[in-house]
């Protein structure tokens, strides 16, 4: 739905560069509310690096499965889940 809505709007070479940075950045708060730790800079700036190379084939991907729409699920299951950890932890 986000990719065929991105694809609509604008022509296809700035419709998959748009749809991979939505697909990088939703991808970048999944891995921060569910699986990040405390790391050096070096080596959070690593992980981000290759966390946005393999964002280039779930882009491929993303016209086809719906990647973008799963990863906005995703990010509001993790967004939950944290507030309530939090929550209750206090």
């Known amino acids: 739905m986000i990719a065929n809505y991105i694809y609509q709007l604008t022509d296809p070479p700035l419709a998959f560069f748009l749809l ?3 697909i990088v950045i939703l991808m970048a708060i999944a891995y921060k509310l569910g699986f990040a730790r405390k790391l050096p800079v ?3 700036a690593i992980v981000y690096l290759v966390l946005a190379v ?3 084939i779930l882009a491929f ?3 086809v ?3 973008a ?3 906005v699920i995703t990010v509001i299951v993790l ?3 944290r507030y ?3 929550r209750y932890n206090d």
């Open 61 to 63: 991907m993303g016209y």
């Open 20 to 22: 991979y940075l939505v």
């Open 79 to 81: 967004a939950i889940v």
């Open 54 to 56: 393999g964002c280039l």
């Open 69 to 71: 729409d799963i990863l």
């Open 42 to 44: 070096l080596k959070q």
């Open 84 to 86: 309530r950890m939090t």
């Open 65 to 67: 499965i719906p990647i």
